[in-house]
């Protein structure tokens, strides 16, 4: 285990692109990213990663049924284009990122998540942040897996432990219901051990089954993260720039979730 | 080692770009690739990789004085862009190819070469053909490190064992001088043990300083690649599409040049 100690932020597929409209970005999203990202590498190192959002998504939708090598294919190629918008946009405007790609570093084998960490260890000891992202990669087994960031995320965290996690994210974190369907939804301030199942049935009953399915086996996922690994995941609004800072830099922000399930 | 025995195909930085033009590709370059290798997949397992051609080196010789850390990221994003327009265009077009970042599998620590292997196996196991590139790599001692495709080919042979290789050119094989600059060169059919110490020795008395660095020091290193993995290396010109897959499927092409100096 290094002593790198980066924080890792995801960017979400929701606040990075239109999530209704196919292979479109939110350059709003990208410039507010341009500005979290630029003023808080000045105070610590960061490993970062993008959803697939209206990328990835309908692209899988369209070619789970067919060969797996037309899969792979046009997934790749799919989440590959929206990474490098991303990278040349922060690049072009004097951000110090490089793009790393998972499924180049990570495969699954017949029993585990097999990594070379080596080349994120080297871009983070150069000053840079690795931008890594949710891809369809290659599986011994299965042929191919679709791994989310926040995966992404948990299979590296073993190599390069996170000093904390981030997700930017389209609202302004976990509600209680989901925001865009009814209007009575708080932000949950703090997800710990003692609220986990009261938050999780809330989410569950309240919400559509689609968007349930989605926000809340993140919220189990990223709460058994913050529970293995002992770090604080933050859930903020990318589009506030000051609260991603905040979060980022370890300081509560004015609105925003923490699920710390450790203590 | 595994069996896969592919064919390595080199897409040359000269071929596959307008060398003289900064961020040019050459589209009836591009044309050709796509048929060569639509065609010669029906009959044999492919590695292809391409070189920077027009994207990299001028990127690399403004940005080798500065920060490591700006060489690194404008490198990658200048070689990168050249290789997703290239898998890009051949995955439009009807052809299995996925893109593997050379930087992400190859890093350069203390002594050696460290190697992740797996994308470039599972990839082929699938029926894909995986292009890498030339790049700069992360080096644990140096920074970085620029590999040619060349050596990317000799790095990861160590692996999966190539059939053959081979290199389009924009000319049509080894010359006994530079056909850019004398009129009365001829394509060299054979270098042998025998004849590569006359070979090598007209390219450098003939040539320009320039062109003889770079096709003398090839062809040094394509011999000992040879060599020491006892495969013919063909370097044909990738214009010429039956002479291009003649190539590739181990014939010999009607113009062009088979190093062959492991007998």
């Known amino acids: 285990m290094e002593d790198l100690e980066p924080v890792y932020v995801k960017l979400g597929g929701s606040f990075i692109t239109h999530k209704d409209k196919p292979f479109s970005i939110n350059f709003k999203a990208l410039e507010k990213t341009l500005l979290i990202l ?3 590498k000045k105070f610590t190192t960061i490993v970062a990663g993008n959803g697939g959002g209206s990328f990835a998504h309908p692209v899988v939708k369209q070619w789970i049924m067919h ?22 946009y922060l690049v072009n405007h004097g951000v110090d990122a490089v793009s790393i790609q998972t499924s180049a570093i990570i495969v699954h084998s017949s029993k585990e998540y097999k990594v070379f960490i080596e080349p994120v260890r080297y871009a983070l000891r150069q000053g840079l942040i690795p931008v890594l992202y949710g891809e369809c990669i290659y599986s011994e087994t299965r042929g191919y897996d679709i791994l989310s960031t926040e995966q992404v995320f948990g299979v590296i965290a073993r190599y390069i432990k996170p000093k904390r996690i981030v997700l930017l994210t389209d609202v302004k974190g976990v509600y209680t219901c989901d925001p865009r369907k009814y209007t009575k939804c708080k932000v949950i301030d703090e997800i710990t051990k003692n609220n986990l199942e009261i938050v999780l049935r809330s989410i569950a009953s309240s919400a ?8 809340y086996s993140k919220v189990k996922y990223m709460a058994e993260i ?5 770090t ?28 710390r399930t450790y203590e």
Chains 1, 2 share one sequence.
């Open 226 to 230: 913050s529970s293995s690994l002992k």
């Open 67 to 88: 060969d797996l090598s037309d899969l792979i294919k046009y997934c790749q190629n799919a989440t590959r284009k929206l990474n490098h918008i991303i990278v040349d």
């Open 208 to 215: 559509d089954r689609d968007v349930t399915g989605s926000i």
């Open 232 to 259: 604080d995941v933050y859930v903020v609004s990318g589009f506030d720039v000051e609260d991603s800072i905040s979060a980022i830099l370890g300081k509560k922000p004015r609105t925003g979730t923490v699920i």
């Open 38 to 40: 630029g003023r808080a």
